[in-house]
């Protein structure tokens, strides 16, 4: 079959080639009626526009790098789908790179977004041991996003979560509801996000007048039974704890299985002292599949999404826009655990 070029389109439509050029691109001032006379010759002979082909000629793009490395980490994932979702409603498409190491995977995939003439580049930040981007993404010629989940020391386009306020938030939640004995459970000990997390929980704990204890948010490594281990040594020191923060999914599947260990049960009921309550750092559906539904602080990591493939097309069209750190606050959901 003969490839259906926008000569072929024009014809149909009775228009000019440029008049079909700038339906394309949705450019210039055309009228209703002539939009549609193209749009109908578009679809009955079958005409696909090389969007590519006009990038080329044009020296623009609509293509936009992602660089995402933890493909097992949730709200990255999430983050992700936002960003594809918002930047295809825009016109643009998403080359997805998933570099195994900050030194020759990542530079083989900067390569192959510059062989492909991205546009500019969103990373989504993976380590939340350290405050500094890799190198190689602080070097970036491109227009640069960063999303993190912790604070980065970084003059950079950034979006991030407010980890402090999450935490105080959820402590505020729990201290309104009359609980006094508190924990934190989970995260490394050089995690950042635990390190702002803390922050917020320990200054809401003091505005309260509630004392702080060390030994009531232990460390532990991400997984379950690391988790599980710390909640059953902490409610043995502590039996008057009555509620805990948890970290991460795993940390809330760990402080399930602590708690269970111990011969307690979950609940909000902060006067049946057997109950300890729970709240988690993000909306976790493989735990909410069980009763009771756990109460969490939301990641925002949709409009964390949205905001990062905005603040992308502002670059793209004003490249001399000033830098911009933008911080998204959680919200609490109330269920059943807390």
Known sequence: MKKVSIIDVAKQAGVSVSTVSLVLRQKGKISDATIARVQAAIRQLGYVHNVAAANLRASTSNLIGLILRDFSDSFSIKVMASIVQELEAQGYMVFLGQ????????????????????AGVIYLASDAARPQLPALIRQCPLPLVAVSQSLLEEECNLVMRDNRQAAGLATR??????????????GRQDSLIRQQRLLGFHGMLAQHGIACKEESAPACSDDTRAASQATRRLLEQNNTTTALLCHSPDAMIGCINGIHQVGRTIGKDVFLTQQVALIGFEDMLHVNLTSPSFTYVSSASEETGRQAAALMLRQLKEPALQTQRITLSGQLVSRESA
């Open 173 to 186: 939640y729990l201290i309104e509801r009359g609980h006094r004995s508190i924990g934190y459970i989970g």
């Open 99 to 118: 570099p195994q190491d900050e030194q020759a995977h990542l530079e083989r995939c900067l390569l192959s977004f510059k062989q492909q003439g991205v």
